[in-house]
Every structure is written in structure tokens, then in C-alpha cells.
């Protein structure tokens, strides 16, 4: 692997690896399995770089969909851990932020695929509007259009919990 | 620019939408975020994966230099031996055949013929032309 080569998958995981982490966190809900996951994706990243052409980003993505993909299929039975969110200070902040985590969670599962990358890219993984449109070949007004019909679904499910079902959409 | 400069760019105009943006906001935040340590131990794991690859590589590339070298030795090697002139080719056998200088012998013919002594033997009553028969033929 040249240098280059090397120089840009830094700046790839510099730019994106805690957002991928995070995102992947939110997913599976344990740190170990995030911190697992995330490190497979990473390393995909290193064996598949020479083959890569296009744009990065989405790249990435459909590498992070298919880890968590064959993740879901292995570990089908685990449930979503409820000690996730252990930073916080209070036992009612704690409570609050893990029913929301978990809400999350289950709301994103069953996200249609075009509103999760969307909300994943921008809100995750931290890419621009542009970027995103790049990414996905649309247009920048396109990509701010799809956005918040995303968040809409989004809110929806989240106003609705009891309408969700168990379904995961990976 | 932060991830909240374009957020509602291109957005259709609605009432909804101050609402949606704070979502956007909750979203954004409400991911809870992987300790650094473990985020540092996928680094290093990246990065013991390219040095990795990078030493696969040096090494096929030592073995492909290597092929190539002993293929072309075995060319030049092969392309001498039989050529000739290599110090590894054998010499060919060779059936020598002494020849003895030879000296020229003369061929000789000898016929023995008695001659009987005395008279000479009479001639041969019929001649072998006839003359007297043909002799017209030369008178004028």
C-alpha cells in the first residue's frame, strides 16, 4: 500500500470513524459490539481501498450496511441493552436518555432504507448536503427535500411507538 | 461548517418545519458516542492491518522478482546449452576413423600366348570379303 493510499484512509477514519462508531452504537447498543463492528468496517475499508472509485462516502456506507447487516443476521436473538447510555449523571436522565435511545433505535430500524442513509449521512457520519448529493447522485435541493421527508417519517414513528414493529429493516 | 448550516436548505415550506429542525438537533445528539479508548483501539487495529498488507505486498513482490530472476536464468542457461560453447554442455561423442595413407598399385593384365614354332599356319581358305564377286562395283 503506498502512501497515499495510507495517508487517505487516516484522514477517512480521522473524518469519519467516530460518527461510524456512534451510528453503529446507536444500532446495536453494546460499546463491545460497536467497538467490534466498527473495527471490521475499518478494516474492510484498508483491504478493499485499492478497489474503491467513486465517491468515498457512500462507499463507506454501503461497507457499515453490510457489517451491521451480517451482524443482525449472526446475532438475530440479542436484545437491545438498556445500560447504554451510562454517562450521564442523574438515574432519571439516565432513564430518559435510554428510553429515547431505545425509542431511537427501534424508530431507525424501521426507517425506509433511502430516509436512514440520508439521516445516517448527515446527522452520523456528518457529511454536507453537497457531499451527500455527490454521494448519491441527486442534487443538492434534491438531497434537502429528501432530508425532511426523512425526519418526518421519523417524527412519526417516533409519535407513534406503539405502531412500530419488530421488524428490523436491515 | 457544522452539520446544522444546511439543514433546512431546500426544504419544502411548512409550518412542521421548526419542529423538524429540532429533531434533526435530538438526532444529532442523542447518538451516544463510543469511548475514545475503544474509538483509539480500532485505529491501531486499522493500522497493524496496513502494515500488514504493506509486508504481504514487499514480500510478493520479493517473490515475483525472484521468479522472474530464476526464469531468466533458466532461459540464458537453456538458450546456451543448446547453442554450444557453454561451459555446461557436454561434447558430443565423436566416431573417429583412422584412415591409413593409401599408395597407388598398378594394375596388371597378363595374357600368356604360346607360339608354336615352324611354319606359319596356312590362310584361311574363304576370305572374309569377297572380292572377286564384288569386283564390278570398283572397275571403271
Redo the contacts between chains.
Keep these: 500500500?503506498n502512501e497515499i493510499s495510507?495517508k487517505k484512509?487516516e484522514e477517512l477514519?480521522h473524518r469519519y470513524?467516530?460518527g461510524v462508531?456512534?451510528?453503529?452504537?446507536?444500532r446495536v447498543g453494546s460499546?463491545e459490539l460497536?467497538?467490534e463492528i466498527?473495527?471490521r468496517v475499518?478494516?474492510n475499508?484498508?483491504?478493499n481501498f485499492q478497489q474503491q472509485n467513486g465517491a468515498v462516502v457512500g462507499w463507506l456506507w454501503a461497507i457499515i450496511r453490510s457489517e451491521l447487516s451480517r451482524h443482525f443476521r449472526q446475532h438475530s436473538h440479542l436484545a437491545y441493552p438498556a445500560d447504554?447510555?451510562s454517562?450521564l449523571p442523574t438515574p432519571s436522565e439516565l432513564l430518559e436518555?435510554q428510553e429515547?435511545?431505545e425509542l431511537?433505535h427501534a424508530a431507525l430500524k424501521q426507517l425506509s432504507d433511502d430516509a436512514q442513509q440520508i439521516?445516517s449521512l448527515?446527522?452520523?457520519l456528518?457529511v454536507?448536503?453537497v457531499e451527500i448529493a455527490q454521494t448519491l447522485g441527486l442534487t443538492?435541493?434534491?438531497?434537502?427535500?429528501k432530508?425532511?421527508r426523512a425526519?418526518?417519517e421519523?417524527?412519526e414513528l417516533?409519535q407513534n411507538p406503539l405502531a412500530m414493529d419488530s421488524r428490523a429493516s436491515f | 461548517?457544522s452539520?446544522f448550516d444546511?439543514?433546512?436548505?431546500?426544504?419544502?415550506d411548512?409550518p412542521?418545519?421548526a419542529?423538524?429542525v429540532s429533531?434533526?438537533e435530538?438526532?444529532?445528539n442523542?447518538?451516544?458516542?463510543?469511548?475514545a479508548t475503544?474509538?483509539a483501539?480500532?485505529?491501531a487495529?486499522?493500522r497493524a492491518?496496513?502494515d500488514g498488507?504493506?509486508r504481504q505486498?514487499r514480500w510478493r513482490r520479493v517473490a515475483f522478482g525472484l521468479s522472474v530472476a530464476a526464469a531468466v536464468v533458466l532461459a540464458v542457461a537453456g538458450f546456451t546449452y543448446f547453442r554450444g560453447g557453454s561451459e555446461f554442455a557436454q561434447p558430443q561423442p565423436r566416431i573417429v576413423r583412422k584412415v591409413e595413407p593409401t599408395t597407388p598399385v598398378a594394375i596388371e593384365d597378363r595374357v600368356a600366348i604360346a607360339v608354336s614354332e615352324g611354319a606359319p599356319a596356312a590362310a584361311t581358305e574363304k576370305s572374309l570379303v569377297r572380292l572377286e564377286e564384288y569386283r564390278s562395283l570398283f572397275s571403271d
Excluded: C
Excluded at chain 1, 462508531?21 to 446507536?26: E, F, G, I, K, P
Design positions: 500500500m495510507r484512509i477514519f470513524g467516530a462508531s456512534r451510528y453503529v452504537l446507536l460499546p460497536a467497538e466498527t473495527a475499518f478494516l475499508v484498508v483491504r447504554l447510555a454517562s436518555r429515547r435511545d431511537l439521516l448527515k446527522f452520523f456528518d454536507s448536503n443538492p435541493s434534491n438531497v434537502g427535500v432530508l425532511h425526519l418526518r421519523l417524527r417516533l | 461548517m452539520k444546511d439543514v433546512s436548505q431546500d426544504w419544502p411548512e412542521e418545519n419542529e423538524l429533531l434533526a435530538e438526532l444529532a442523542a447518538a451516544p458516542v463510543l469511548p475503544a474509538l483501539r480500532v485505529g487495529q486499522m492491518e496496513i498488507l504493506d505486498q
